[in-house]
């Protein structure tokens, strides 16, 4: 087998070319450059007579902060004039000729005008310019929202400012504040004061990730919550930049800190501590009436301090273990003539619906208050998929569209080995770019009742304010071109448009931004007698390839530049004296050099017919993948896995011609994500009748399974037999679990 390494120079989003595109994200409805441009002073005014103070500040502030110009009142010729008009067809206008005019219905239109003009600003060597150009600009949908999970890490109040300043600069509106969860309380309740004495702080904290085995806890109280002091000062910054804080109240799961705190709000009524570990635990808001009493007094405070028509009330995970089990629950069931626990939980949410509905809000909940029927002014987060939020429109229920796949910024967003810790998935920049928020398969009609979307960060693997922003950010920018923008651009010129002018800004802005965007794309693909690997650059510059092994002679500091035809083809004595081996690769966008492993075998570039067909979800590079020698990363990201989801998954592998000893298929044990090591694989041979013969019988006891064999056949085929259902006691008890494999390793 041989192994070809190609370095590919291949310009592709970041080309140099001339960039006609408007430099603001989101891209505005419309835009037209006139010719020439604006040069700004040093010293600038404005005029109006409608400006808020607010936003007379915002625009100080920023110019101040991004271009050292400041703001002054006095000054005969101003240079830029504000007018509001109720009549204009849009949410604001911007003119740029020899002065400049924002001509703008709200003040949250002229607070989404500054934020575009500081994006028009242009800094070249200390001259500060902008183009002259007409632009109007108008939202797509009224939901725009982030999302920050406080309970699993705690984040200060200045944190949770920041988090909401640079929102607001790429025009989001609406911040969802998960405040309660298992693994802590974070507000502040004056009828019930054990809830942050005791339910704010943990003794223990997971270190490394859930599917790590054993499981490393650091033993140190963890902890922190917001007054409500400090909820009404949060509450009022944001409504400065029109950002609405939509609070979450978990119920009836996620509810361990409540219950360490007040125990007998639980079914068991026994004291358990506030976890240290990550998941879905058993142990939720018991149903009786004391507990929805409990509740009722808590929203009657929550209520109060935020000023939202809605209140997250969460109805996510919420297992009914106990409600079995639990004789007041049975009675909430029998006195209201309820069939099961899952109606049950739709009567709790209901309860919590009638109440806020009283106060005059509406309750918001993840999709799973679809479920035993959803009571009348709910809205719905969908959040499992794009289903609940179909079933949810069609019901003529609001929605809020959150689809892990394309929104849950705690996915990994490369497959590089050095992004931090996440808990799985895999979710990149352009995936994010790409995702549509109305779902296909719904009707015009239901259509209307689609809010908006957001983006879930949720922190059980994000431990400081430095890893939200690389997590939110560039992807938030991409989400926002969905959420905002009338007229999208494609990916590439959105790629451009970030990297010309969106990165100095964030950039002055200190943002801890992602840099993975940037990672250069690794082609795989199959050759004659192997693989060959293409590294094609995101950015105009060349790729260095430099050495790893002692053995993997490419030359130290290799330019790309200097190879022929871009490409390389490695001597194949190399592969044959090494199993593995690997490369760093440098880029001047990177941080550091990224390294890249590799396995050789046997079986590299082999056909491979999948004949039960991967998830959609896990099958980025088909078939290839199993035999494309790199070997799927752990923690699992998505892209270097094939994921099934069947009882029995069969695969055949056409086999060297010589002589098979040894196999090495690798498994993921990842049980925390449902993804289970298999019970067995049966390997059966072809005969000459091309009949399939049972060769051998494996038992699966570890994620890289040998297989000693000698078979001498053209084909072989894997039947890999999953264990019956999740067992009891673990998230997805009950459900087939996943068979995630890569590589089959041949030898
Ligand atoms: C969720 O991610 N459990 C809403
Ligand atoms: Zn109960």
């Known amino acids: 087998m041989i192994i070809r390494f190609l370095v590919g120079f291949i310009l592709t989003a970041f080309s140099q070319q001339v960039i006609a595109q408007c430099s603001i994200i989101p891209t505005p409805s419309s835009y037209l450059e006139v010719g020439g441009e604006h040069s700004l002073e040093k010293q600038i005014s404005v005029v109006s007579t409608s400006l808020s103070k607010g936003n007379r500040d915002f625009l100080k502030e920023q110019l101040n902060n991004l271009f050292s110009i400041e703001l002054i009142t006095v000054k005969k010729k101003p240079t830029i004039q504000f007018l509001r008009s109720e009549k204009l067809n849009s949410s604001y206008e911007i003119h740029v000729g020899e002065t400049i005019i924002i001509t703008y219905k709200t003040d949250a239109d002229a607070f989404y005008a500054i934020a575009s003009l500081m994006q028009l600003i242009d800094e070249k060597a200390g001259v500060v310019t902008v183009k002259k150009c007409e632009i109007s600009d108008s939202p797509q949908f009224q939901w725009r929202g982030l999302h920050l999970d406080v309970a699993r890490h705690f984040f200060t109040v200045d944190e949770v400012k920041r988090y909401i300043d640079l929102m607001a600069f790429y025009k989001f509106n609406t911040f969802h504040w998960h405040l309660t969860d298992d693994q802590g309380w974070r507000i502040e309740i004056k009828q019930y004061p054990r809830l942050t004495e005791v339910g704010a702080y943990r003794d223990s904290t997971l270190v490394g990730h859930y599917n790590a085995s054993p499981r490393v806890y650091e033993k140190k109280k963890y902890g922190g919550f917001y007054t409500q002091e400090e909820i ?40 358990l501590p506030v976890p240290g570990l990550w998941g879905v635990f058993d142990d939720i808001f018991c149903s009786k009436p004391e507990t929805v009493q409990f509740l009722k007094n808590v929203l009657d405070e929550v209520v109060e301090l935020f000023p939202a028509d809605y209140i997250h009330i969460g109805g996510d995970e919420a297992p009914k273990e106990r409600w079995n089990h639990c004789e007041k629950c049975e009675k909430v069931i029998s006195e209201n003539g309820l069939a099961d626990a899952h109606e049950l939980q739709s009567y709790f ?65 490369s497959g590089s080995a050095d992004e931090p810790l996440a808990i799985g998935g895999f979710l990149p920049l352009e995936k994010v770019y790409n995702y549509s928020i109305v779902p296909k398969e719904i009707t015009a009609i239901a259509k209307k009742y689609i809010l908006g979307g957001q983006a879930n960060l949720w ?11 690389y997590m939110v950010y560039p992807r938030a920018l991409a989400l926002i071109q969905n959420l905002w923008s009338k007229n999208k651009v494609n990916y590439n010129d959105f790629l451009a448009v970030f990297s010309t002018y969106q990165e100095p800004l964030l950039q002055k802005m200190k943002v801890n931004y992602s840099r993975s965007v940037y990672l250069p794309e690794l082609k795989i693909s199959r050759t004659e007698n192997g693989v060959e690997y293409t590294f094609v ?7 260095k390839l430099t050495k790893e092994t002692n053995r993997f002679d490419m030359g130290i500091g290799l330019q790309i530049g200097e190879l022929e035809g871009n490409s390389y083809e490695s001597q194949r004595t190399i592969f044959q004296l090494e199993e593995g ?56 990201k998505g892209d270097q896995w094939l994921g099934f989801n069947e009882k029995e998954t069969e695969i055949i592998v056409d086999l060297p011609e010589n002589n098979v000893t040894e196999i090495t298929v690798g498994f993921l044990d990842a049980k925390g994500s449902w993804i289970y090591l298999p019970q067995s694989i049966v390997l059966l041979v072809e005969d000459e009748n091309g009949v399939w013969k049972k060769s051998k019988e494996v038992f699966i006891t570890e994620e890289y399974q040998k297989i000693d064999l000698s078979v001498k056949a053209k084909r072989l085929k894997f039947k890999v037999i999953s264990i019956d259902e999740i067992p009891k006691g673990n998230e997805g008890a009950g459900f087939q679990p996943w068979t995630f494999i890569d590589e089959i390793i041949i030898k």
């Open 459 to 469: 922190t059980e693997y994000i431990e400081d304010f430095e890893q939200v922003e």
């Open 537 to 543: 650059s995101k950015r105009n510059e060349e790729l």
């Open 349 to 413: 949410i209901q309860q919590m619906d009638d109440y806020l509905t009283a106060k005059g809000k509406k309750i918001i909940g993840w999709d799973e208050i679809l479920e035993g029927g959803l009571s009348t002014n709910a809205a719905v987060m969908s959040w499992r998929g794009e289903e609940g939020g179909i079933e949810a429109a069609n019901q003529k229920h609001n929605v809020v569209m959150s689809p892990t796949t394309y929104c849950y910024f705690d996915y990994y967003q």
């Open 581 to 636: 081996y690997s490369i760093n690769l440098k880029s001047s966008f990177l941080p550091k050099p990224i390294k890249y492993t590799f396995k050789n075998h046997s079986g590299l570039g082999l056909p491979v017919q999948l004949i039960t067909k991967p998830h959609p979800k896990y099958s980025t590079n088909g078939d290839l993948t199993l035999v494309d020698g790199v070997v799927g990363a752990r923690p699992w």
């Open 232 to 271: 009404k000062e949060v509450v009022a910054y944001a409504a400065q930049k029109y950002v609405t804080v939509v609070p979450e109240i978990e119920l009836p799961g996620h509810a361990r800190a409540a219950i360490a705190a007040y125990p007998e709000l639980s079914c068991t009524e026994q004291f």
